[in-house]
């Protein structure tokens, strides 16, 4: 006697021995870091929207506009990402500023 195996009357039933698939655990986002320049009054202007632009990818007119808000404000934000990434961008910043002998700082914050 051969055995069709898509017979629904082959297969038992038991509830005691349901095999049931793991719930999946809710995947959240990273949380996000704001990389925070702040204001000094040696570091040039020039060589801040030089460093916007290389290291956050701006465009003159916003390197500008950040630049500018950075001296006016004391602070402004350059750009929002995950943790690793913003502390890597604001350690080559301020390593940048060393080698070019400006005390231009960036920080870190979590984003809200």
């Given at each position: 006697?051969?055995?069709n195996p898509?017979?629904?009357?082959?297969?038992?039933?038991?509830?005691?021995?349901?095999?049931?698939?793991?719930?999946?655990?809710?995947?959240?986002?990273?949380?996000?870091?704001?990389?925070?320049?702040?204001?000094?009054?040696?570091?040039?202007?020039?060589?801040?929207?030089?460093?916007?632009?290389?290291?956050?990818?701006?465009?003159?007119?916003?390197?500008?506009?950040?630049?500018?808000?950075?001296?006016?404000?004391?602070?402004?934000?350059?750009?929002?990402?995950?943790r690793d990434?913003?502390?890597?961008?604001?350690?080559?910043?301020?390593?940048?500023?060393?080698?070019?002998?400006?005390?231009?700082?960036?920080?870190i914050e979590?984003?809200?």
């Amino acid at each position: 006697m051969t055995v069709n195996p898509l017979d629904p009357d082959h297969f038992e039933q038991h509830d005691d021995d349901l095999a049931t698939a793991p719930a999946k655990p809710e995947l959240q986002p990273p949380p996000m870091y704001r990389v925070i320049m702040l204001n000094d009054d040696y570091t040039p202007m020039d060589f801040v929207v030089e460093v916007l632009e290389s290291y956050f990818a701006m465009s003159r007119e916003q390197s500008t506009q950040t630049m500018l808000a950075v001296h006016h404000q004391g602070q402004a934000v350059c750009g929002i990402y995950t943790r690793d990434i913003a502390e890597t961008k604001a350690h080559q910043v301020s390593q940048y500023a060393r080698e070019c002998n400006h005390p231009l700082l960036c920080e870190i914050e979590q984003d809200a």
